[in-house]
């Protein structure tokens, strides 16, 4: 499986047209899974997702741009990684460790991760 990703809103490049028409090039080159981490909300998700005939991946992980399962869902997502959120959830305590996202569809525990440059 080849996923293809758009960083422009990582990149000081935040054109949501210009991210749209590089997954298009993407995926008419063949690409199975596209990709744009940092997507500024669930419109633009949307956005991209609708511009799109094939499946759009989200990067769970980055503060003030997560968002639920079933929001995602709405949006038009069809799979979420959880990049180094996992690695980042194990910097809290124990007892909170992933506390909020065993079967509620929810990333909560992000918001007490340790950063990580992005």
Same mark, same amino acid.
């Given at each position: 499986?080849? $996923? @293809?990703?758009?960083? =422009? ?8 047209? %210009?991210?749209? &028409? ?9 690409? %199975? *899974?596209?990709?744009? /981490? =940092? #997507?500024? %909300? #669930?419109? @633009?998700? !949307? !956005? *991209?997702?609708?511009?799109? !005939? !094939? ?7 980055i503060k003030g741009r +997560? ?9 038009? *997502? &069809?799979?979420? +990684? #959880? @990049? $180094? ?5 194990? +910097? *809290?305590? /124990?007892?909170r460790r992933g506390q ?10 992000? %918001?007490?991760?340790?950063?990580? /440059?992005?």
């Amino acid at each position: 499986m080849l $996923t @293809a990703r758009a960083e =422009g809103f990582l990149r000081g490049r935040p054109d949501l047209d %210009d991210v749209i &028409k590089r997954l298009q090039a993407f995926e008419a080159a063949g690409a %199975d *899974v596209l990709f744009a /981490p =940092g #997507l500024p %909300d #669930l419109a @633009a998700i !949307k !956005k *991209v997702t609708g511009a799109l !005939k !094939k499946p759009f991946n989200f990067m769970v992980g980055i503060k003030g741009r +997560s968002f639920s399962t079933a929001e995602l869902e709405a949006a038009g *997502v &069809k799979r979420i +990684s #959880l @990049a $180094t959120s996992l690695y980042r959830a194990a +910097s *809290v305590r /124990p007892a909170r460790r992933g506390q909020g996202s065993e079967g509620q569809g929810h990333f909560t525990y992000l %918001d007490r991760a340790m950063s990580t /440059p992005t």
